[in-house]
């Protein structure tokens, strides 16, 4: 069958409307228990880690409540970041994990991630299996047999202490005046404590969430605000995560902003030299710079590339053996400390590079000139792939892929959740860069 409820990152939407609502988070938590009790009769367990959204006061015990319905205890972490739901999941060799999270979503959304006893998100084939357990009922576990449920007191600790034992032992942030935005969401404790502990002076933004302030004017996809007080404050460097913190943005002392395609090849670099790079290769998604491509040619290192979305990137790295992977976006992964993005794990990455080339981070981020990059979006009345088929506009394709040839570009992706095409070119020449998506993007239209 193929899956209605699982998107391409768990299940997601507005909070209190299908399907967000307590209903279906009580019956996903029966058949993913279902799902994963297997093995005897053992006592199975999941644990569940949420972010700092309202509706996570809702979605959390309706999911308790299904897990426990058929037979599976809970252990509840509360507001922790994302990485630490996967971590936790094998370290407390538990069944599952579930995080309730729209990541950089407002507010007004929420979600539900699951991850398997290896720490890794699900299969699609794994979503599917779930959706058809939902379809055939709860299947309740006897009186005598229902789960339990219980709070654990030091997860944020554990998963701290792994964060921190990422940084080299040798190094110290003592002296470093770090801007950390939290984005009033899951790491508002996390972050800081880390940065602290290491040494750092904290200057902590976002750190005070109410419900309904996550992701609101800060967080990584509102970077003005961490840059402004990287300004203000005279810092030497910014961190700003999403609302999870499984993603990562960084501002440099002057002010700019740098981009998840810096910031690996940031680390692409430093490990090839210290013989750490796996495969000799970084995995990226299509949409990642081509100048990324060109600065790691130049390295000796491959750039292997995928389908947008942070899950397809862990696929590929663990496909081949690969132990680095990320979006633009700013979603880093580095399977040797983590099973998937972790925004406080690239950022001492980061930030072990910025003290042991005792440089300012402008200079030790600027590892690459990108390649102008243009992306727009195209509604679509009908279907896109409808859309695409036509000639007319795989002809406006084929004209611009001729025009860049040799020097650039050209991807044309549908949206997964909206009507719409995405047109996006890259190359050495701005104005023809430009030129080419307004061509594709009038054809588009014209047909659609």
Not at 19 to 44: E, I, K, N, S, Y
Not at 348 to 365: C, D, F, I, K, T
Request: hydrophobic content about 45%.
């Amino acid at each position: 069958m193929a899956r209605s409820l699982f998107g391409t990152d768990g299940v997601r939407g507005e909070a209190n409307r299908h399907p967000m609502t307590a209903d279906v988070a009580m019956r996903l938590g029966q058949a993913a228990g279902r799902h994963f009790r297997r093995g005897g009769r053992r006592r199975h367990s999941v644990v569940i880690g949420k972010d700092t959204r309202l509706s996570g006061y809702m979605i959390e015990p309706a999911l308790t409540a299904g897990f426990i319905s058929v037979g599976v205890d809970v252990f509840l972490l509360g507001p922790v970041p994302t990485p630490a739901v996967g971590m936790l999941a094998r370290s407390l060799r538990a069944d599952a994990g579930v995080m309730i999270s729209a990541s950089h979503n407002p507010f007004q959304d929420n979600g539900i991630k699951l991850f398997g006893p290896d720490g890794f998100k699900l299969s699609d084939a794994e979503e599917e299996a779930i959706e058809a357990l939902m379809d055939k009922g709860p299947g309740l576990a006897a009186p005598e047999d229902l789960g339990r449920a219980r709070r654990i007191e030091d997860g944020r600790g554990r998963y701290v202490e792994a964060v921190k034992s990422s940084f080299p032992r040798e190094l110290s942030l003592a002296g470093m005046r770090i801007v950390v935005d939290c984005a009033n969401g899951a790491a508002y404790r996390t972050a800081p404590t880390v940065l602290w502990e290491l040494g750092a002076e904290v200057i902590a933004l976002g750190d005070d969430p109410d419900g309904t302030n996550i992701n609101d004017g800060v967080g990584s996809t509102a970077p003005e605000a961490c840059r402004r007080k990287v300004i203000e404050t005279r810092a030497d460097i910014g961190i700003a995560l999403d609302g999870d913190a499984d993603r990562i943005l960084v501002v440099d002392e002057r002010g700019e902003v740098v981009d998840g395609d810096q910031i690996m090849a940031l680390i692409a670099g430093t490990w090839a030299k210290k013989g750490l790079l796996k495969g000799g290769a970084l995995v990226a998604t299509v949409m990642s710079n081509l100048g990324l491509e060109q600065h790691l040619e130049g390295l000796g290192v491959r750039l292997i590339r995928t389908r947008v979305g942070d899950r397809y990137v862990v696929e590929e790295m663990r496909a081949g053996g690969y132990n680095l992977g990320g979006e633009q976006s700013g979603h880093i992964v580095m399977s040797d400390h983590a099973t998937t993005g972790d925004g406080l794990l690239a950022a001492l990455q980061v930030l072990a590079a910025v003290v042991e080339e005792n440089r300012p981070a402008s200079e030790v981020l600027a590892r690459f000139k990108p390649l102008p990059q243009v992306l727009k979006n195209v509604r679509v009345k009908g279907s896109a792939d409808a859309v695409l088929a036509l000639a007319p506009v795989k002809d406006a394709i084929a004209a611009g892929e001729a025009r860049l040839a040799g020097t650039g570009r050209v991807l044309i992706r549908k949206s997964g959740t909206e009507p719409l095409i995405r047109v996006m070119a890259e190359g050495a020449d701005a104005a023809l860069v430009e030129a080419v998506v307004d061509g594709i993007c009038d054809a588009v239209r014209a047909a659609g």
